[in-house]
């Protein structure tokens, strides 16, 4: 389940099940969109990207969909693994200000 | 080499003290980034560097001092800090500044007693 408290947001899965988590941006100037992993004591690790131009790019057992109507990203991983748990971000991007802003994150866990 | 390195790893200094942290990368990006990243939050902007000249500055206080000594290196120079900029610092590079992916470095975990 999905949790939101004084602490990161937490989603748990079940090793082998499907994670969606969501990630709703601020700017609908945004053009450009990553999805990062964090682990813990780590830098944050390039998952996948998207252009405004398109609404879904899929890379290997991740999908990202993009809805610009709602100002919303979610980031899919397929068959979930025990490595997927981590800290995941999105970061929007505007060619205008070409600062990356990013979201609050949310904490996978994996559950065996 | 698609790496960004990071020294020291640790750091834990005085507020009297005066510090560097250090950022390299060998990729020919042109874009370098320092970010603030405190416990549970996400990582947040101070400084962009474009082909070595600043470029961003996101009303950082100035007991924090960037450089760029060429495209390869990035420092971030600290004097007289306070205990609250105790942080992950993150650096980060691109190939150009724009809608561009980034690489980030492992951080320096800044302690200011």
């Known amino acids: 389940g999905e949790s939101v408290g004084l602490h990161l947001p937490t989603l748990s899965v079940q090793e082998g099940d499907n994670s969606i988590i969501n990630c709703a941006y601020s700017n609908s100037a945004s053009d450009y969109f990553i999805w990062y992993k964090q682990e813990s004591g780590k830098g944050p690790q390039f998952i996948i990207d998207?252009?405004?131009?398109?609404d879904k790019r899929q890379g290997q057992r991740v999908t990202v969909l993009l809805n610009k109507t709602v100002k919303h990203l979610s980031l899919q991983i397929a068959a979930t693994q025990p490595g997927d748990s981590a800290v995941y971000f999105c970061a929007e991007n505007n060619s205008g200000t070409y600062k990356y802003i990013f979201g609050t994150g949310t904490r996978l866990k994996v559950l065996a | 080499d698609t790496e960004v390195t990071q020294t020291p790893k640790h750091l834990v200094m005085g507020m009297t003290n005066k510090k560097s942290l250090k950022c390299e990368q060998h990729m020919g990006h042109r874009a370098m980034y320092w970010y603030k990243q405190k416990a549970k939050k996400p990582p947040e902007l101070m400084f962009v560097y474009s082909y070595e000249k600043l470029s961003i500055n996101e009303s950082v206080p100035s007991r924090f001092s960037p450089e760029c000594p060429n495209s390869s290196l990035l420092n971030l120079h600290l004097h007289a800090l306070q205990p609250e900029d105790s942080a992950l610092y993150l650096c980060a590079s691109s190939q150009e500044q724009g809608v561009d992916e980034q690489f980030f470095g492992p951080g320096t975990r800044l302690t200011v007693l």
């Open positions: 998207i252009r405004s131009n398109m």
